[in-house]
């Protein structure tokens, strides 16, 4: 846990929240429902809980409380946000910021990101996946892995060993789109075998949850379309992402006015900072850890943020 200390706002980072040993993924790596309550409990004791206005009142005054404060962040808009988190947030009167991928809901598409995590959460030999990819490879395009210089990727975790770190950088960004994109697909079906539109109903919020949400005074921000890694995309790519993200929310009159930013993977560039300031993005998030304190309050598009993990007694 990181050391607390006054005149500091730790903004903290959930995806996954829900019951998961009692699931049919009970490998899925998230928080547990039930710790999820206790975490909440241990910061309304120690901390002042923020919602995005406070926030917000912050950043334009550059005054951070003495007290230590906590922001609460829910990335990837999953159902878990609306049938374990509202609720609760709404009975400890307690707000959050929620990100949500705009073509999991309007297209039902399984994000990469997801089939990576799925696909994870039933084979947990990663070495399997691998030698799959390698599998795919061969059978589609008459390759393998010892064509490309694995040596580029960086496979630093806090949480993940080598190897299934390597794989999620294969599937997620390292290989070419079209081939990581066909070889993720089959290796999803091939392990998590189940119906696709099923399961985007069982993972994704639907417009309709975001809008309860919404009129719940949860607050909703920019993730993007498709969950890319965007410092790998050229600009008129980024513009489509965070454009088209944008606008979902200003045509469902959501949010629209105060709109922020998270980046997936936490993955921008200065292309990204440029676009969202032209697009009046009020403040965005990165996965950088850290605390927002006086030193880094003008780094208005790179805050710091503590994921729930970091926290775990």
Known sequence: MPKIKNNSVHVIMYHYVREIKKSRYPNLKGLEFSDFKKQIKFF???????NQDSFMEIVKSKKIPKKPSILL???????????????????????????????????KKILDV?????????????KKILDLINFYLFKFYRSNLKNYD?????????????????????????LPEKIRTKI????????????????????????NQ?????DNKMNFGIHGNDHSWWEFLNKNEQEKEIVKSKSFFESNNINKKNLTICYPYGSFNRQTINIAKREGIKFGFTTKTG????????????????DTNDFKN
Not at 153 to 162: E, M, Q, R, V, W
């Open 44 to 50: 309304k004791e120690r901390f002042d809980l923020l």
């Open 73 to 107: 962040t829910f990335d990837d808009g999953y159902y878990d946000h609306y049938k374990y988190v509202l609720p609760y947030l709404m009975k400890e009167k307690i707000s959050g910021i929620f990100y949500p991928t705009i073509n999991a809901i309007k297209q």
């Open 114 to 126: 997801n089939m990576i995590h799925f696909i994870l959460e039933k084979e947990i030999d990663s």
């Open 150 to 174: 694995l040596k580029k990727i960086k496979l630093h975790s806090k949480y993940d060993d080598k190897i299934t770190i390597l794989v999620k950088r294969l599937l997620q960004n390292f």
């Open 184 to 207: 993720l697909t089959n290796i999803f079906h091939d392990i998590v075998d189940i119906d696709k539109s099923d399961f985007c109903k069982e993972l994704y919020l639907s417009k």
């Open 210 to 214: 975001i809008k309860e949400m919404s």
């Open 291 to 306: 605390a927002v304190r006086q030193n880094n309050i003008d780094d208005i598009y790179t805050f710091p943020r503590f």
